[in-house]
Nanobody, 116 residues
């Protein structure tokens, strides 16, 4: 199994930046891909960005050009650089690990609040 712990959330003004970090531990070799999801109040959880072992990335249309997902070489950490933040980016952000032959792992979430 893989354990995930997010950090880096907070309160920022519109137009500002934040960098989220997710630390992975446990069976890291079983990770096929990692991603960031978010859930705003009253809304479903949605994919924000994902990255595979091969380096392929995928972004929600709403964050393209503003957010960047990356990992360290050992896949111990995955980052989400968020620039030009908007009030509609306000949500709890969750780290996700897509694992081989196992159910996904999720972090506990970190709150991002963007004020107008």
């Amino acid at each position: 199994q893989v354990q995930l712990v997010e950090s880096g959330g907070g309160l920022v003004q519109a137009g500002g930046s934040l960098r989220l970090s997710c630390a992975a531990s446990g069976s890291i070799f079983s990770i096929k891909a990692m991603g960031w999801y978010r859930q705003a109040p009253g809304k479903q959880r949605e994919l924000v960005a994902a990255i595979t072992r091969g380096g392929n990335t995928n972004y929600a249309d709403s964050v393209k050009g503003r957010f960047t997902i990356s990992t360290d070489n050992a896949w111990n950490r995955v980052y989400l650089q968020m620039n030009n933040l908007k009030p509609e980016d306000t949500a709890v952000y969750y780290c996700n690990a897509d694992l081989t032959f196992q159910s996904d792992s999720w972090g506990q979430g970190t709150q991002v609040t963007v004020s107008s």
